[in-house]
DNA sequence: TTGTATGCGTTATCAC
DNA sequence: GTGATAACGCATACAA
């Protein structure tokens, strides 16, 4: 099949153990036999093996990341930012949707021990005693993304989702609102869900408004249809509010498009600002006003912390990233 | 470090090729000593080194996909579903983000190749001469993805996207429409540009309408922006049209974007029809009606296609995918 | 039913 | 400068 060092060597009348070293570029051979060496390679069309690299080095030159949904806008972003610091490192990268499913995800891990991946990127996931046991007992370095861990020392790089909730609802006062409801996509969800709910009530309180719990409804999630369901909720509980402010560029998409159904017009009947800056919220009518997750860069800066875990072996500190308010025309000034 | 088999061995005071044979499940050992290793195995917490059994099966249990942009929708259904059936199959999927750029490619092409990897999927890219010679040599199953080659001998899974936009420009017409304009994408992309414009004018010609010049623009790309420059210059050229056709729903988008600027109502001044079905089509104002490529679908047919020509060996069948229009709210009946 | 020995393609440690 | 050769962890042909 495939031409190995050995042929290489027989074609130059070298040993194996020259070859090798021409290919390492360790030196302690002479520039004619390199050349000579260097050119039967191209020859032969040799391709060194990595397998049998990886045997030796115990390195495989991969990484892996898991979402638990590769095809949505927010993993892809991420996964844009890793890939391309991942492949700068000369490495590459395997993908794993979990579907936030226990079993699925140990199956998986199972296979990156096998496969002796160098590091392993966690995307958006509640990290469970199982997954941490499994981690530890493969010895690999693990960064959290768009997550963090209470219960184990995993390090992590995320916006602070309380203080961004913060400055978005901050932002629609400044603006001039009083009245502002929020859609909160899953409370239950103590890393996405519940922060951005105490952001926005802290803001409220901030300055000087109580919270009404009228105005808030919780979604199930933080999808597209949750916004679309969730507004008509929304103002029916609290008709008198004039903004709102929903814990997802999603949920924000949904909401502007039943209020369009409603006859609602955004900005001029109701003001609304997302969160995330996906793409589509420059897509949106109007282009949505969001609080901006630098997702791409979060991906990079994760992919990079791993890297140093591989290198250094120390334990790397985790990255909080700040969030900006990125404004567009869906927030009007009272 | 990780235990090997060798280990196993000693525990249980059986020779390695005992241990071996248990873990592929062959057969030719006793009950009694099944139960001891696997109970070693257990309590070792043995993994199979993937290097090892890769030296000896050739095999890496993984395969390659390479996007022009991985952080595209278009890219990630069709990643979701190759990811799943891969995943089905126990292998992993590595991904790759060429940029559409020669020599990064080939330096992908490089490091799948010391990968060993069981197969290639190339999406939405042109296989250049370079491209196959590497592929050719590197003897592994190729499947192409929503893209298809003239040159060379590769099998393809796509639609037929000439057909797919005479659909959709015929189905303008059933609707009642007469002048119709289109936004057609990059006109020199063989694949994806000139058959959807070849489409568009043989639906007319197949009702007896003429062909106009003015009545097409052509864009860069195939982007949003490319939809928002595009549709006051399309409306400049023919400004009687009742209804455009966007070469992708992203254009599409753009265009609508462009249109409630301008404010000019969709549908009720101007139809508007896209080409994808991607998940923004759903969270457009109004809900985009365009015609639909099944890309999960796409993502895991040829995923299925790979590992039938990695065990068959054989040549497989190039598979057209059926689209279909999705009827939205985008179009009015005239 | 089980064990021994060889080889997969490298790298690395010795020698010379 | 260069060449043998022993690992690396596993599968398997061949013996027993």
Redesign the pocket.
């Known amino acids: 099949?495939?031409?190995?060092?050995?042929?290489?060597?027989k074609q130059v009348?070298?040993?194996?153990?020259?070859?090798?070293?021409v290919?390492?570029g360790?030196?302690?051979?002479?520039k004619?036999?390199?050349a000579k060496v260097l050119n039967a390679i191209k020859e032969l069309g040799?391709?060194?093996?990595a397998?049998?690299?990886g045997?030796?080095?115990?390195k495989s030159n991969t990484v892996a990341i898991l979402f638990p949904e590769v095809s949505s806008q927010f993993s892809s972003k991420i996964l844009r930012g890793v890939e391309e610091t991942v492949h700068g490192f000369g490495s590459s990268v395997i993908v794993c949707n979990t579907a936030s499913h226990g079993q699925r995800t140990m199956k998986y891990l199972q296979l990156l021990a096998e496969k002796r991946v160098d590091g392993i990127l966690f995307v958006s996931e509640i990290i469970t005693e199982e997954y941490y046991d499994k981690l530890e007992s493969m010895h690999t370095p693990v960064v959290l993304v768009a997550t963090e861990s209470y219960q184990y020392p995993l390090p992590f790089v995320k916006v602070d989702d309380k203080h961004a909730a913060f400055t978005a609802t901050d932002y629609l006062m400044k603006m001039g609102h009083h009245k502002i409801g929020m859609i909160s996509g899953n409370k239950e969800d103590i890393i996405a869900g519940q922060p951005r709910i105490d952001g926005y009530k802290q803001a409220l309180a901030n300055k000087g408004l109580t919270f009404d719990e009228k105005n808030i409804v919780h979604s199930k999630g933080f999808s597209f249809t949750d916004g679309l369901d969730s507004l008509p909720n929304l103002l029916e509980q609290a008709p008198d509010i004039t903004a709102v402010f929903a814990a997802s560029d999603a949920i924000a998409m949904g909401a502007i498009s039943s209020a369009y159904k409603m006859g609602i017009k955004i900005p001029e009947d109701l003001s609304v600002i997302g969160y995330d800056n996906l793409p589509i919220s420059e897509m949106s009518i109007p282009p949505l006003t969001t609080v901006a997750q630098p997702l791409e860069k979060m991906g990079s800066v994760a992919a990079n912390m791993l890297f140093s875990m591989m290198n250094a072996g120390q334990k790397i500190e985790s990255r909080i990233m700040s969030h900006t308010i990125i404004e567009r025309e869906s927030v009007r000034i009272l």
């Open positions: 099949m495939s031409s190995t060092i050995k042929d290489v060597a009348n070298v040993s194996i153990a020259t070859v090798s070293r290919l390492n360790q030196g302690g051979y002479s004619a036999t390199e040799y391709q060194p093996n397998f049998a690299r045997l030796i080095n115990n």
